[in-house]
C-alpha cells in the first residue's frame, strides 16, 4: 500500500493511478500463490490415485511392468485440463475471502478500487489460464487419450501371446477362461515346462498337465494358440462324477482370435481438428466438451468475486463449500448436457452451451438471496423505469 503518496498534476490529485499497477501485482502474486498450492494437493491426489490403480491391473497383469510409468505420466497429463478451472477458481475464491476477512477489501473500496477493477485484475490471469487450458483440451489431451489406446491394444496383444506370464505364478488370460501355471519358462516366455492349465469348453471344465508347452500364430488368421506336449487332460462339471481322462501327445488351446474389424478409435482421443464440422452428435458433443473447460475459466472468474464477498470477521469456508457445490453441479451439468445431446433432448444448436448461462444465472440468484439490500436496489430501479 502506498499511504500518504498522492501524484499532482496541475490541482489534479490522482492517487488511484498511482496505486493500480501495485494493486495488480499484489492480487495476481497472492492467486498465484494460492493457485499453485492448490494444484499441488490436488495433483498429489490424482496421481496417488491414478498410481494404485496402475498398480493394480499391473498385480493383475494387464499391463506390464515396463509401461507403468508411461501410463502414469500420460494420467498426469490427462487431468491438466480438467484439474486447472476448479484450482483457478478456489484459489480466487481463497484469496479475495482471505481479503475481506482481514478488511484489505474495505480498504480497497475506501481508496477508490471498485469491483471493475478486481475484475480487471483477475483478467489479467483468466486469460491466459484459459488459452493454456483450451490447449491441454483441445490438443494435449486427445492426443494423451491416443497414446493410452495404443498402449493398452499392445498390451492386449501382448496378453494374448503370454508376454506377461510369470513363472511359478498362477496367470490369468482371457478374462478367467484361461488359468495356467508354469514351472519354468524361456528368456522370451515362448516355451515352457511342467505346465498346469484349467480351461472351459463348452461349458465343461478342463485340466491339462503338461510336460513342455510353446506358442503358435496361425500364419493365415494370425489366431494365437498355446501348444501343449505329452500330457493329460481331465474334463467334466463339478458335482458330476462323469469325468474324462485323456493323453495327447500335442494339444492346442486357441488364446485369442484375431478380428478382421479394425480398431475405433474412441471418440475421446480424435483430434480435434477432425471433430470440427462434423455432423455426428457424438463428434459435435466431444468438441463441445473440450470447449467447456477453457470457458469454465471465465465463468467462474465472473462468479468467483460475488461469491468471495463477506464480512470482515465472517468465515471464508462457509463460501467454499458453496463455491465446492458451484463446481460439482456444473460438472453433472457438464455430463447430463452430452447425453441430452446425444439422445435428442436438445437440439444440436443449442448442444452443451446452455450450461454457462445456467451456472451465471445461478450464481445471480444466490447472490441477490445472500444480499437482500443488493435485491431491494435492483428492484427500485426496475420499478422506477416501468413507471
Known sequence: MLDGVVVSFGGYSDRTQFMLPIIDRYILKEVTKSFLAIMTVLMLIVVSQSYIRILQDAVSGTITNEVMTRLLGLEVLQVLGPVTPPTFFFAILYTLGRMYRDSEMTA????????????????????????????????????????????MAQQKDESAELGMAVAGRFNEFSKGGLVFYVEKMSDDKRRMRNVFVQNRQHGKLGLITAAEGHQYTEPDTGDQYLVLSRGHRYEGSPGNNEYSVGDFAKYGI?????????????????????????????????????????????????????????MPREGIYGRLLLALLFYVLFLNLQAVSGNWMISGLTPAWLGRWWVHPFMLLLGGAVMLYKSPRMFRVLRGRLRSRTT
Do not use: C, H
Open 108 to 151: 480497497l473500496a475506501a481508496g477508490g478500487v471498485g469491483l471493475r477493477r478486481i475484475y480487471r485484475a483477475f483478467a489479467l490471469a483468466a486469460i491466459p489460464v484459459a488459452l493454456i487450458v483450451a490447449w491441454f483440451t483441445l490438443d494435449l489431451v486427445p492426443w494423451v487419450n491416443a497414446n493410452k489406446a495404443e498402449i
Open 254 to 310: 486357441l488364446i485369442d482370435q484375431k478380428s478382421n474389424q479394425s480398431e475405433v478409435i474412441p471418440t475421446k482421443a480424435i483430434p480435434t481438428r477432425e471433430l470440427l464440422g462434423s455432423d455426428d452428435l457424438r463428434m459435435m458433443a466431444e468438441l463441445e466438451y473440450r470447449l467447456m473447460f477453457p470457458v469454465a475459466v471465465l465463468i467462474f472468474t465472473i462468479l468467483s468475486v460475488p461469491l468471495s464477498k463477506s
